[in-house]
C-alpha cells in the first residue's frame, strides 16, 4: 500500500515536471501571441533591440535563413562566414529582396583566438541589436574519436564552442550600456544525450544549451535577452549525409525539416520565449526523447549512431571496391 502510494507520487511529480519542462515553450507561445493580438502596438525588432543583427555563418543554411528573416523584419544584417563570393552574393540577394542595409565579415573561426582583436574592432563601431550566434561544423559521418583527424577536434572545438563565447564576450558591454539586445544561440537537439561516434559535435551542443542558459540569467537584469535554439534534423549542407544518394528516403531523411520551415517557425518564436527547438515538429520528438531516463536516451541514441556507423562503413567499403 505504501509502496503505491510512493509510486503514485513519484510518478504525478514526474508527469508535472515533464509537462513544465515541454509545455512550457509553446505555452508561452500562445500566451505571448494572443497577448500581441489583443493588445496591439507591437514593437519592431530594431526598435525593440538595436537597428543591427550579426549572423555567424549566414553564406548557407540556418543562418543564411536567420539572416533573410531578420532583414524581413527591418533588421540591417552583418553576415560573416569564411567564402567572400557567397557572402556578396547573400547580402546582395537580401538588399534586392528585403531592401535593407548589409555588410559582411569574412572570417575564419577554427584559426581561434588569433582573429578576435580585428573582430571586436569591427563589430563595436555597430550598434548590434541582435546577435545569431548561428557558426557550427560537425564531422562529415560519424566516426569513432580515436579516427578522427586532430585538426577536425579543434575546428569542432574553435568552431561551435569558441565563436559564440568570444563573440558574446565582445558584444555584451555595450548591450549593457544600451540596456537592450538580444543573443539567439544554435545548440542543437543532440544536445540532449551523449552519441557516440559523433561525441566531439555532441559535446560542443551541450556546451551551447549549458552555456546559454547561464547566460540569459546573467543578462537579464541588463534588460538583455538571451534565447536558445535546439532544432532536430534541417535540410542542408551538414545533414546531407542523411540523404541516400540513390534519391530514395531513410527513416532519418524522412525527418528533415526544410530551411525556410524552420526558419518560419524559429522567426516567429523570436521576442516571445526563450527557448525553442525552432520547429514544432522537434519540439515533439524532444517531448519524447525527455519521457526517457538520462540513461536510457544515451542507449538510444548509442544505437541509433552505431547503426550509422555501420551503415556508413559499409559504403566506404563499397566506394572503395
Ligand atoms: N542542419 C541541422 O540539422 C542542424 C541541426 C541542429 C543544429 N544545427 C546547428 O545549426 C548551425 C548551422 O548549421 P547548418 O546546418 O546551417 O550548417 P551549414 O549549412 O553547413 O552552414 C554553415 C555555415 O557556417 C559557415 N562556416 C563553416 N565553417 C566556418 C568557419 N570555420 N568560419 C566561419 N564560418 C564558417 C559556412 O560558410 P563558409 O563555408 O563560407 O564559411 C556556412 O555559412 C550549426 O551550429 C549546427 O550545429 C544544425
Redesign the pocket.
Known sequence: MVLLQLITVVGVYSTICWLYDNLRTPLLLLLRSLQQLCLGGQKSLPQTYGPWAVI??????????YAHYLASQGMKVML?????V??KR?AEEITAKHGTETKIMV?????GEQIYERLEKELCSLDIGILV??????NEKPIQLDRMEKRLLW?LI???VG?ATLLCNIALPAMKKRHRGLIIN?????SLAPTPYLAV?AA??AY?TSFSLALREEVAPYGIECQT???????????EY?TPTDGKKNSLSVR??K?SDMIRYAGYCIAKVDQTT?HWSHGMQTAILNMLPASLRLKVFTRLYTQLLHEYSETDVKKLA
Not at 560573416?80 to 567572400?84: K, S
Open positions: 555567424t555563418g549566414s553564406s548557407d543554411g540556418i543562418g543564411k535563413g560573416i562566414a569564411r567564402n567572400e557567397k557572402l547573400v572570417a575564419d573561426f577554427s584559426q550566434n548561428n557558426v557550427g561544423v560537425i575546428d574553435n568552431i561551435n565563436a544554435i545548440s542543437s537537439l543532440s559535435y560542443t551542443k551551447m535554439v535546439s532544432p532536430g534534423y534541417v535540410h542542408t549542407s551538414m545533414t542523411l528533415l525539416v530551411v525552432g
